[in-house]
């Protein structure tokens, strides 16, 4: 943990913080079936613009920490306060307010912090690259609905192969990104779909749909079936394993959300 201060529908609410801007969690209508969103890119609710953390950071030599505001992450705090070789990333706090933050204890786990100047995102966007095959962990989520979804904001690439939420003691990985958001995930269903003309393989399982720019990717997973495996509902997961995977934001369902909150999200994820 870490210490110190630290398409879609249009948006119509003013928040609390930020000077007016508005925050999509905010104006969803229905969160019962909303696990979590966590971002290093900026507050997607208006308590996490100038009250609540969204991310704690580490200085990674002299183990200074401090947490930041989506506000101050967004006025570059983050580059300004660290004075080290890199900031890594302690925690990612969860702004839907159900407090299922990602974290862990172990440095050599820990995502590198990368601000807009370090050129990673094609839109520039603040994220987050997962180091040593690991990354981020929560102890459980409880997903257990038969139509969840997942939405990612992610660098891809012609030459990458990421593993996003990897489930404790499954050595098969949820969602795995190959070439350019080219990604497949475990064998329920048969249908094809593409991203940027790659078809995934092998089978999947749900409705895939993407905006990219350039290699960055907004990917939003649909009628996920969680029950496939029961250890979803109780298991710890990893959110990356393996592939050094770059990313700025996730929001997951642990069934289906009303269409127009995850059109609300896919267009604050927009890039």
């Given at each position: 943990m870490a210490i110190g201060n630290g398409i879609g529908l249009p948006f119509t609410s003013m928040g609390g913080g930020g000077g007016g801007k508005s925050y999509p969690?905010?104006?969803?209508?229905?969160?019962?079936?909303?696990?979590?969103?966590?971002?290093?890119?900026?507050?997607?609710?208006?308590?996490?613009?100038?009250?609540?953390?969204i991310l704690g950071a580490k200085m990674f030599t002299s183990g200074t920490e401090r947490d930041f505001t989506g506000d101050s992450v967004e006025a570059?705090?983050?580059?300004?306060?660290?004075?080290d070789t890199k900031a890594v990333i302690t925690d990612m706090y969860d702004q839907s307010g159900n407090g299922n933050d990602w974290a862990t204890t172990i440095l050599s786990r820990m995502p590198v912090y990368i601000d807009t100047n370090q050129v990673t995102m094609n839109n520039g966007s603040r994220s987050m690259e997962m180091i040593n095959g690991f990354g981020l962990e929560q102890s459980a989520l409880g997903l257990n609905g038969t139509d969840g979804a997942v939405l990612l904001k992610f660098k891809g690439g012609t030459d990458i192969s990421y593993r996003i939420l990897r489930m404790a003691g499954?050595?098969?990985?949820?969602?795995?990104?190959?070439?350019?958001?080219?990604?497949?995930?475990h064998d329920v269903g048969t249908p094809d779909y593409e991203v940027n003309g790659s078809v995934m393989t092998p089978k999947t399982r749900g409705e895939l749909h993407t905006q990219t720019s350039g290699n960055d990717v907004v990917l939003a997973i649909t009628n996920i079936d969680w029950t496939?495996?029961?250890?979803?509902?109780?298991?710890g997961i990893q959110l990356a394993y393996q592939g050094d995977s770059i990313i700025s934001s996730v929001t997951i369902w642990k069934a289906a959300p009303p269409a127009e909150d995850l059109a609300t999200m896919i267009s604050a994820y927009a890039l």
């Open positions: 969690i905010d104006d969803l209508t229905d969160t019962t079936n909303l696990v979590g969103s966590w971002s290093v890119e900026k507050a997607f609710a208006s308590t996490y613009a100038d009250t609540n953390a570059g705090d983050v580059a300004t306060w660290n004075s499954n050595e098969s990985p949820f969602i795995t990104f190959v070439g350019n958001g080219s990604d497949c995930f496939d495996d029961a250890a979803w509902a109780t298991a």
